[in-house]
């Protein structure tokens, strides 16, 4: 077989795999308990309601739903998007509303359309992955913020923002998750949110909010997004129905000024012409018929039971050296090893037990950091496998402690 690397763009060399997406392929195997991918667990699916939208928008509308749509979005759904939006506390129209192929595509349309090679991005640290696989692609570098149990930490942000400004580095772009942080599961409190926001007027930078979790709150009251505290149109939040809906309907959306607006649908034009119209019409006739917010609250009660099955787990066979979060919402908890033991061999160990998680280091954008951590997933594993799986886990953790 030939040898084309030397042919790969610089862009392509810096290209890496997912270790979350390598690791899907252990879903294959029957026997595997995993806690890795952050999948919703397909016993949520309307896959019955579904079937009979997908019927009916085809015969009501089968000439438009077949055919190309307009890149901005299918325009019922973006409709009934920026309605969901205006509830939620966001002033917004329908020209602040991009429909997208999935909420990843906001991240990659921000990178194509504001980062040049070698910008700085701020992120925390950790991030979700594919948001630093995603901005490698633009060859971003990274300004790493620390989080605690508030998410980002909003003392070291400040100190850290100033410092970039002393050297002349004016970071244009600031990525966070403030609900249910993938991968940690840590929320950011209100008071940060509006700080954030404002400094992002000081300081003149975009913030990219993305939000794939904020309806999952199983504790606690909603907190607002920051594009609710947004006056400039400074932050662009983007959501999805990959986790109230199904992922395989591969539609999310981007609520943004239209002036950024403009130039991502530009964008996105050269990356898929048009999100998939069915798709966009099966996720709209949904919201239509008022199934969204009964199917929210059923998947809430679902995953509430799955994160309190996998808390009582852990405090049941997990030795009290490993700490970890103790999330109000989302999908994911995120645990810290004793001194001295490193997520890497613990997943190989773990993977010969049949019980997949993600190391933590890959959600660092410094590649020597977070061999300490580990991310589980509890929404994809049934409520047996979540208990045998976290037992399984804490064996091989006390195997390694010597007990
Ligand atoms: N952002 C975050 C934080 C995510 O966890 C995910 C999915 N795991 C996405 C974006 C992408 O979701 P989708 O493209 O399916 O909307
Ligand atoms: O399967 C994916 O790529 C989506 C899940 C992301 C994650 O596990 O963080």
């Known amino acids: 077989m030939a040898d084309f690397s030397h042919h790969f763009s610089e862009r392509a060399k810096q290209m890496k795999a997912s270790d979350v997406r390598e690791l899907l392929k252990l879903l294959q195997m029957p026997d595997m308990i995993s806690f ?6 397909a016993e949520t699916f309307p896959v019955e309601i579904i079937k009979d939208i997908v019927k009916d928008v085809l015969e009501m509308n089968g000439d438009q739903i077949l055919q190309y749509g307009i890149t901005e979005g299918y325009a019922p ?7 969901r939006m205006a509830s939620k506390g966001m002033d917004v129209t329908t020209d602040n509303i991009l429909v997208v192929s999935g909420s990843q595509q906001v991240i ?8 040049n090679p070698k910008d700085t991005i701020v992120v925390s640290a950790p991030t979700y992955l594919a948001a630093l696989t995603g901005f490698n692609t633009y060859q971003a570098s990274y300004e790493a913020i620390p989080i605690d149990d508030q998410n980002m930490r909003m003392d070291i942000f400040e100190e850290r923002m100033k410092k970039l400004a002393g050297e002349g580095n004016h970071p244009k772009l600031v990525y966070v998750l403030p609900n249910f942080q993938n991968p940690s599961g840590v929320t950011m409190p209100t008071k940060n949110r509006k700080r954030l926001v404002d400094m992002a007027s000081e300081y003149d930078f975009v913030i990219l909010e993305d939000d794939p979790y904020g309806e999952l709150r199983y504790v606690g009251d909603h907190l607002p997004a920051l594009k609710t505290f947004d006056d400039e149109g400074r932050v662009i939040f983007t959501s999805t129905f990959s986790k109230v809906l199904a992922p395989g309907l591969r539609v999310g959306w981007a609520v943004a000024d239209p002036g950024i607006l403009k130039k991502m649908i530009i964008a996105k034009q050269s990356t898929d012409v048009c999100t998939s119209v069915l798709g966009q019409a099966i996720a709209h006739e949904y919201m239509v018929r008022k199934h969204m917010d009964r199917q929210i609250e059923h998947i809430k009660k679902v995953y509430g039971e799955k994160l309190r099955l996998m808390l009582d787990a852990m405090h049941e066979s997990v030795p009290d050296s490993v700490r970890w979060t103790e999330p109000e919402g989302g999908m994911f908890l995120w645990a810290t090893l004793p001194d001295g033991m490193q997520s890497p061999d613990l997943l190989e160990k773990a993977l010969k037990r049949k019980v997949a998680f993600v190391s933590g280091k890959a959600f660092f954008p410094n590649p020597s950091d977070g061999f300490s951590t580990m991310r589980l997933n509890f929404t994809y594993p049934s409520n047996e496998k979540i208990t045998e799986g976290i037992r399984r ?3 091989v953790i006390h195997g390694e402690l010597g007990h």
């Open 36 to 41: 890795a991918g952050g999948l919703p667990s």
């Open 77 to 83: 759904l973006r409709e009934s998007i920026a309605s």
């Open 108 to 115: 990659d349309l921000s990178g194509k359309v504001f980062v």
């Open 393 to 395: 886990l804490g064996e």
